[in-house]
């Protein structure tokens, strides 16, 4: 956030307004895996249902994302895996893991190139850019386990649920190449890279609640926070005619991973265990835009098989 601020305030004193895009290539390419991130904390396994001494509960969770911050696409599918044992009939316990392999493309475009993170940029910058094939694949995986507080009744299960996540995310490749279109140096020509990689311990607190609302069919409000610790790096390499700086040789680091609100409304068949999560599917995309600006369009598509949610029309 706080490189975005300074791009704004140079580009104000020097009077040089970014065209094409309110942002900077360094903000737009931290929130596309950023957004990605949250895709996949929006499609993280669930119990299925009232926790039971000794029953395990399985869960196979299947999802698709994609993010679009302008002129950056982050796109691909993640599958997750969960299964939750009951302790007591109040308490049990939830194991997870998750895996999703993502493809960074786009057309394209104009924005601001303001590495100010970086020592001894040989250019004259602030300056407006093309930013041309966007390229990278982004890998997010991890594993997981929570406490899983049942205080349910007859009819309905409600559940509180807190844990943590050991998780990595690595964006390989992440490269634009750029032309100069403004400034001294206007039509110089080079490479930026943000490829990065970083390990996060993360814990979250969650709640849902789940009731039938027929014999065949439940529903599952639910909400989580999931908060990705410490923040991670993403590097900067650049380069131009007789140049290559990186970060963290050459700078700082922008800070990546943001805290992360799930918001999710899950219909499920109770004969068959399949569930969407239509709340989610339709709350992520009106609301990504606002926890990271530059976001034009977010979607994910989130649908899941529960092993035991026949359990809840039998209560």
Do not use: K
């Not at 580009?11 to 895009?21: D, E, Q």
């Not at 893991?97 to 970086?118: E, H």
């Not at 250019?123 to 990278?136: C, I, W, Y």
């Not at 994910?300 to 359990?311: D, E, P, Y």
């Amino acid at each position: 956030m706080h490189v975005t601020v300074s791009c704004v305030l140079v580009l104000v004193l020097s009077g040089r307004p970014a065209a094409g895009s309110e942002h900077d290539i360094h903000f737009l390419s931290e929130h596309a895996p950023e957004s990605a991130m949250d895709a996949h904390y929006q499609s993280l396994p669930w119990p299925g249902a009232r926790v039971e001494p000794g029953a395990w509960q399985p869960s196979v969770d299947f999802s698709t994302a994609s993010t679009r911050t302008e002129f950056i696409d982050i796109d691909g599918p993640m599958i997750a895996i969960a299964a939750t044992r009951g302790v007591t009939s109040a308490t049990g316990y939830e194991v997870l893991g998750f895996y999703s392999d993502m493809d960074v493309s786009g057309s394209g475009g104009r924005s601001a190139l303001d590495p100010s993170f970086l020592r001894g940029v040989p250019l004259d910058v602030p300056a407006e850019a093309d930013f041309t094939d966007p390229r990278g694949t982004f890998r997010h995986f991890g594993v997981g386990a929570a406490h899983v507080r049942e205080r349910g009744r007859a009819g309905h299960s409600a559940q509180f649920i807190w844990g943590g996540l050991l998780e990595r995310a690595e964006i390989r490749d992440y490269q634009f190449d750029y032309r100069l279109v403004s400034g001294a140096d206007a039509g110089t020509t080079g490479l930026l890279d943000h490829s990065s990689s970083a390990t996060f311990v993360s814990p979250f607190v969650g709640w849902q609640q789940t009731r039938a609302f027929s014999p065949r069919w439940s529903w599952s409000p639910r909400a989580m926070l999931v908060y990705p610790l410490p923040p991670g790096d993403l590097d900067t390499r650049l380069t131009g005619p007789g140049f290559e700086l990186a970060t963290p040789a050459d700078g700082d680091p922008i800070p990546l991973g943001d805290p992360f609100v799930v918001l999710g409304l899950a219909v499920a068949h109770l004969p068959s265990g399949f569930e969407v999560d239509i709340g989610g599917n339709v709350l992520f995309r009106a609301t990504e835009h606002m926890s990271h600006a530059g976001v034009e369009d977010a979607f994910v598509v989130h649908f899941a098989w529960r092993g035991t949610r026949a359990q809840h029309g039998a209560d």
